[in-house]
């Protein structure tokens, strides 16, 4: 399960996601893929695909934050917005698809991202 956290002026603080890494065959390469934000990256490796998906992850909150389009975006997405003493998003569930595969092939990870107030 993904969460973002906010601060009380609406700043992210906290990001946690869902990452799905998975082999594709074709290629022989592994792919990071985030559903709920719709981020991606690959590697030759787990390792480096998980270390080109932080990359990417980190660019496209610094990106959204920067130009005030993360709240719209997750809407978007399918995220929902919780109030609580701070505010809280949830987002869609992963697909099935993604959950059926067999397990030799992906695995779930859950990346958290600290974010500068």
């Known amino acids: 399960m993904a969460t973002l956290t906010t601060d009380h002026r609406g700043r992210l603080t906290k990001a946690q996601v869902e990452v799905v890494l998975v082999l594709d065959e074709d290629s022989g390469q592994y792919v990071a893929y985030c559903p709920a934000l719709e981020v991606s990256s690959y590697g030759d490796t787990e390792e480096e695909a998980q270390a080109a998906f932080d990359d990417a992850l980190a660019i496209f909150i610094k990106d959204t934050t ?52």
Not at 80 to 91: A, D, N, T
Request: charged fraction near 25%; proline fraction near 13%.
């Open 66 to 117: 920067e130009r005030g389009t993360l709240d719209q975006l997750l809407l978007a997405l399918g995220w929902r917005l919780l109030k609580q003493p701070e505010p809280l998003y949830e987002p869609p569930r992963l697909p099935l698809a993604l959950l059926n595969q067999p397990a030799k092939r992906r695995r779930i990870l859950t990346e958290e991202v600290l974010l500068p107030a």
